[in-house]
């Protein structure tokens, strides 16, 4: 299974970005697909995720009504809109994928087996 994660850029503050993670040699339908984002000096943090059946989303607090996190099953893609970019949303953003994540598990990255590589998201003031 691979996964190319794309779109990062450098945006204003309260500007808008469309981050994008295709998933190749697996059944994409049967992953549950998590964001998960990395801050210079910062630990790596849970953003958001969506689960396999499309219907179960999660969000870290920080980006609840900000972010919105989707899935294309025919592109085989997860997309991951952020709005009202603030700087502390600056960071590495990747995804990562797995089968068999259970709910209460979808914000631990240990649970997915499978990550692609960063794109960097800079915000400026």
């Known amino acids: 299974v691979q996964l190319q994660a794309s779109g990062g850029g450098l945006v204003q503050a309260g500007g808008s970005l469309r981050l994008s993670c295709a998933i190749s040699g697996g059944t994409f339908r049967s992953y549950t697909t998590a964001w998960f984002r990395q801050g210079p000096g910062k630990e790596r943090n849970f953003v958001a995720a969506?689960?396999?059946?499309?219907?179960?989303?999660s969000y870290s607090e920080s980006v609840k009504g900000r972010f919105t996190i989707s899935r294309d099953n025919v592109k085989n893609t997860v997309i991951l809109e952020m709005n009202s970019l603030k700087p502390e949303d600056t960071a590495v953003y990747s995804c990562?994928?797995?089968?068999?994540?259970?709910?209460?598990?979808?914000?631990?990255?240990?649970?997915?087996?499978?990550w692609g590589q960063g794109t960097q998201v800079t915000v400026s003031s």
């Open positions: 969506i689960r396999w059946s499309g219907g179960s989303t």
């Open positions: 990562a994928a797995s089968q068999g994540v259970i709910l209460s598990n979808m914000q631990n990255p240990t649970a997915y087996a499978y």
